[in-house]
């Protein structure tokens, strides 16, 4: 399936794999809208992408904010959702607030995304939801941030059939480069030095690119036959 003329909204578009799927998006002639809490980030990414990306100043887990941006938008063809909170909780002795913002974030924020895109939707359009490995190897503080996982995993198992026609998967990266490992560990020397070890474990001796991630999302944006599936994208992780 084209995505020329098609319309593309990814939650969490202005850095990251959210950025290269908007990138590819583009490329392919949609037209795209990406969302994200930071106007700055915003800024550099629509510097990134040229004028033609829509950006729009949002939290996912704004459920009325979520509901003005798709009757704003009207129709829509394909939803990718990306966004996320990783608060890490070691012996679940931190802040149950700021733990909860990881549920808040990737499953209510996604819940409400194909709530208000899905009426929207012509009957071969698309939602595809971002977990991550931690869903089936969990990481030592990241409880939260696994369980938020494989719930998306099952929403999006159960809204393939609660929104068929259209389709609705889940993907499930493993390690990428990207700049979210500069915040979780503080500095980009101490983010590419982690980088380096993780991918030294993998099978492909990598870490995956914001691009594998990009591609595999327009996949199941374009695959009519692909529905209800979580796909890895891991370069092996899941095998070691
Ligand atoms: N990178 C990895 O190794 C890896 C591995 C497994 C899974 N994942 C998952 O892949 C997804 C994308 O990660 P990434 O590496 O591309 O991260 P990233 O580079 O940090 O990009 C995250 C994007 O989501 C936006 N975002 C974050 N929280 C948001 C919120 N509450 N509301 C709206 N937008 C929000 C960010 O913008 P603002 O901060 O301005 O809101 C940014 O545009 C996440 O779900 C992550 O957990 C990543």
């Not at 499953?107 to 009426?119: D, H």
């Not at 490995?133 to 059939?161: D, N, Q, W, Y």
Request: aromatic share 4%; charged share 20%.
């Amino acid at each position: 399936m084209s995505l020329a003329d098609k319309t593309v909204v990814i939650i969490g578009g202005s850095s990251g794999m959210g950025l290269a799927a908007a990138k590819a998006a583009l490329a392919e002639g949609a037209a795209v809208v990406i969302t994200g809490r930071s106007e700055e980030r915003l800024r550099s990414a629509r510097e990134a992408l040229g004028s033609a990306v829509r950006t729009v100043a949002l939290d996912a887990a704004d459920e009325a904010g979520t509901r003005r941006l798709f009757e704003e938008l009207g129709r829509v063809d394909h939803v990718f959702f990306t966004a996320a909170t990783l608060s890490f909780d070691p012996r679940l002795a931190g802040d149950s607030a700021a733990v909860r913002a990881a549920i808040d974030t990737r499953f209510w924020g996604a819940y409400y995304a194909a709530k208000y895109a899905a009426p929207r939707m012509p009957p071969d359009g698309s939602i595809t939801l971002t977990t991550g490995t931690a869903a089936l190897k969990p990481i030592p503080g990241g409880a939260v941030v696994s369980a938020s996982c494989g719930a998306v995993e099952a929403l999006a198992r159960a809204l393939a059939l609660e929104l068929a026609p259209i389709r609705v998967n889940a993907l499930r990266p493993g390690l990428i480069d990207t700049p979210l490992h500069e915040k979780l560990a503080g500095s980009p020397e101490r983010a590419a030095r982690r980088i380096a070890q993780g991918a030294a474990h993998l099978p492909l001796k990598r870490a995956g690119t914001a691009e594998d991630i990009a591609q595999a999302a327009l996949f199941l944006m374009q695959n009519r036959f692909t529905t209800g599936v979580t796909l890895t994208v891991d370069g092996g992780h899941l095998l070691v």
